[in-house]
Structures are given as structure tokens and as C-alpha cells.
């Protein structure tokens, strides 16, 4: 994460102050999931600059120009901040605070150093080789811990907040610069908190493709849902498939895998993703969802470990019932097969994505890093003693194979493809 230094020049932009607390523009980061504007801010105080923190800001219209829209947000915001006083657990991000002034809103947020999965992700390719198990058992070890403390967490009064992310996707969750794991956001988290603003209508709230089926389809949704989202994120993390993206079919047959009530389902969700202005790949995510089975799953968990594939499998049941109980249960399940393969720390996750990046630099000359990430550079002399999953040197890649001393017998290193890494779904013509 960039943090400038003092040495820049007089005369910013102030924002807004809070007491002796001024709060000055330094980059735009684009527009948030809610009409939100997200900036990236340098706090200054009597003693310098601080920190940076990231700001979801919402403009004051001017009386005549409030509209319906405006006032969801600002209820949204408002409720994010209420709902952060109970999150506080070390792997997920603070929020500061709700501010207002003449400019408007201003939610403060914790600037989350570090690279998100989407960027790891895109490192892994570029070098042509994905992270060890280790790797991904310990990043959904430690997402499940956060999931299941926010899931399980009560109001002063101790009643269950009934607390559900619902955008659990590989852009939310963070490496850190000390190996440590973060999920960055609930702004759009579903709760029981009091005076909470209810959804109009049945749409996802956060990231489509990483939406479970019971979500996409309007249908209830519990804490569960985002165990299936951790699943999809693991699952492409690992292997870089997808299930809602699986590439050797086409929508055709998706469609012809359901019986006739499902496709009614399916077209109902279909529709409802037009009325509430999903992205237009909403629909193939939502066909795909209706139709993958196991087979699909097990195809695109080829190359992981037998452990690993039966965790994916359970994650990833489109039943909720047959999925894990609780992000407790998938914690320990994760921690045990860890454990099982000698432990692994924040440290190492630390060293295996600075030489992960050492490794991809030449191929990372087209990747334009996200504004909001950094904090991790590869060392200066790399030391790399731990083995992982490789191509082996048939690769057109031409990486080299190491060994991988916890592998069990019948799993087999996988490879990033050559082409993108996700596609749209297109209906393309019959023969």
C-alpha cells in the first residue's frame, strides 16, 4: 500500500477535518457497489501526516436533488458503521468512523495493505505456476476464522446479529506485508441489526461470480452462503477454473442438464437480474449454478490433493444443508489438514509470495497493480527452501518441476492455461 511520505508538498486538498484531524485528498479509487465515491486520504495532524485511510464519500445533494437512490445510500453507509462497532477481530478491516461536512459523507475506513488474491492470482499465471496447498489451506483457514467470529456475533443486548458477508470474493480478501490475512469489507453484509435498511428486491449484493446458488436465485440466504463463496474463491485460488465459468461446455448444455421446473427457476432469476441491473453475465452465472454437479467440480479441482478436493466439495453443494455447518467446522477442518502437512505460518506465506512475485516479474510487465495495493516486493536475495505444486518443463511456460514432499499420490500439479482466466458465457450457434 502506497503511504506517502512528509516530503509532500503544501497546499492539498483538504477533504474535511475532525478536531485537529485534517483529512486530505490523495488518489480516487473509483466508484463503490452502493453510488459511493471511494478516495484515499492522508491524515494530517499538528504533527505531520499520519496514516492513509480510504473514504467512501457520499456528496450532500442540495435539497430539491434528494433522491430515492441518495437516501439507500446514505442509510447503507450509516448502517456499514453501526455494524463495524461489533467487528473487531484481526482479520478484518476497521472502520474509523462516520463523518459529515459541507462536502458530505464520509465513511473512514482502515487502509488495508497488501495484494488482494485477484493480484496473486495474476502473479501466479504470469510465472506459470500456482501456490502451494499450504498456501491456500492456511488463506482459508484464516478467512473461515474471521467468518465464523462475525457470523456468530450478538448485540449489546445479545441477541444474534445473524451477520452474513455476502461478498466474499477473491478482491475482498488481502495478504498483508507480514503474512498475515484480511477481509477488507462488509459494507454489504446482511444482519438482524436494529433499524437495518431490508433489500427491495432479491439481487446479490456483492461480487455475481462468487454469488451461491440460493443467493443468485433470490431465495433465503444464512451464513452459509459465504462458505460457498470462500469455496469458489479457493477453488479458482488454486486451479484458476471456475464453476460458473467452466469453459468445456456451453450455455446450451447447461441449460439442457435441468429439468423443466429448474429452468422455470432459472428464467425467473434471469429475469429478476435484468430488473435489478445485474452485470449481463449475471444470467450464464445463474444457469451455471442451476446445473454444475460434483463431476463439475471434481473436474475443475483436478491436480489438488484428495483432502483438499473433498473440502472443495463440500464447500461448493448447492444444498446449504450439505455444506459445512459453520465456518468454525471448514476453520478446524482446514487447520487439521494443515497440520497434516507439516504447519505452515504467516511467515512463510509471507516468503511465498515475495518469491512468487521474484519469480513472475518478467511476466508482470503488462499488470497495472490495483491503485489500493501494495506493500509486498519480493527480496532483494531469495532464499526458498519450501517446495511447491509446478509445471513441469514441458510447460510452454518453460518453468521448472519441484518437488512437493506432502503430495499425496494421486494429486498432480496444475497449470495455469494459457488463455484468460475467466470468460463470459456466450450462446454460440448449433451445428
Request: charged share 25%; net charge negative; proline share 6%.
Amino acid at each position: 500500500m502506497f503511504n506517502p511520505s512528509d516530503s509532500r508538498p503544501a497546499g492539498s486538498v483538504v477533504l474535511f477535518t475532525n478536531g485537529d484531524t485534517s483529512y486530505e485528498f490523495f488518489r480516487d479509487l473509483g466508484e463503490g457497489r452502493v453510488g459511493e465515491r471511494i478516495l484515499l486520504a492522508q491524515t494530517r495532524t499538528p504533527k505531520g501526516l499520519g496514516e492513509c485511510v480510504v473514504l467512501k464519500c457520499l456528496p450532500l445533494p442540495k435539497a430539491a436533488e434528494v433522491t430515492e437512490k441518495y437516501q439507500r445510500t446514505r442509510i447503507r453507509l450509516e448502517e456499514e458503521v453501526r455494524l463495524a462497532q461489533y467487528l473487531h477481530h484481526p482479520s478484518i478491516a476497521c472502520v474509523h468512523g462516520l463523518f459529515e461536512s459541507e462536502m458530505g459523507l464520509c465513511v473512514a475506513m482502515e487502509n488495508v495493505e497488501g495484494l488482494s488474491l485477484n493480484t496473486l492470482l495474476a502473479v501466479a499465471q504470469a510465472r506459470g505456476r500456482y501456490f502451494s496447498e499450504a498456501f491456500i489451506l492456511y488463506v482459508g483457514a484464516e478467512v473461515a476464522a474471521a467468518l465464523a467470529y462475525a457470523h456468530t456475533l450478538a448485540d449489546d443486548a445479545g441477541f444474534a446479529l445473524g451477520i452474513v458477508n455476502r461478498d466474499v470474493n477473491p478482491a475482498r480478501i488481502r495478504l498483508g506485508p507480514h503474512g498475515e490475512v484480511r477481509l477488507t469489507d462488509f459494507g454489504v453484509a446482511l444482519s438482524r441489526l436494529l433499524g437495518r435498511l431490508a433489500t427491495s428486491l432479491p439481487r446479490p449484493q456483492g461480487e455475481v461470480l462468487y454469488s451461491a446458488p440460493e443467493v443468485l436465485l433470490g431465495e433465503v440466504v444464512d451464513a452459509r452462503a459465504d462458505l460457498f463463496s470462500l469455496g469458489l474463491t479457493l477453488l479458482e485460488f488454486a486451479t484458476g477454473r471456475h464453476l460458473y465459468d467452466p469453459g468445456h461446455v456451453r450455455i446450451e448444455e447447461v441449460e439442457a442438464r435441468l429439468s423443466k421446473e429448474a429452468r422455470q427457476q432459472a428464467l425467473a432469476a434471469s429475469v429478476a437480474s435484468v430488473v435489478t441491473e445485474l452485470p449481463a453475465f449475471a444470467e450464464d452465472a445463474i444457469w451455471c449454478a442451476m446445473a454444475y454437479g460434483s463431476e463439475d467440480v471434481e473436474q475443475a479441482a483436478q491436480g489438488l490433493s484428495v483432502p483438499l478436493r473433498d473440502i472443495l466439495h463440500t464447500l461448493l453443494r448447492r444444498n446449504p444443508a450439505e455444506r459445512f455447518g459453520t465456518a468454525a467446522e471448514l476453520e478446524l477442518v482446514l487447520r487439521s489438514q494443515l497440520a497434516r502437512l507439516g504447519g505452515y505460518t504467516r511467515e512463510e506465506a509471507l516468503q511465498e509470495a515475495q518469491h512468487a512475485l521474484g519469480e513472475a516479474s518478467e511476466g508482470l510487465w503488462d499488470f497495472e497493480l490495483p491503485s489500493d495495493e501494495g506493500g509486498i516486493t519480493p527480496p532483494v536475495t531469495e532464499v526458498w527452501s519450501r517446495s511447491e505444486p509446478t509445471t513441469d518443463s514441458a510447460s510452454p511456460r518453460g518453468a521448472r518441476r519441484a518437488s512437493f514432499g506432502s503430495r499425496n499420490p494421486d494429486e498432480v500439479p496444475t497449470e495455469p492455461g494459457a488463455g484468460p482466466r475467466r470468460r463470459t458465457l456466450t450462446k454460440q450457434p448449433t451445428a
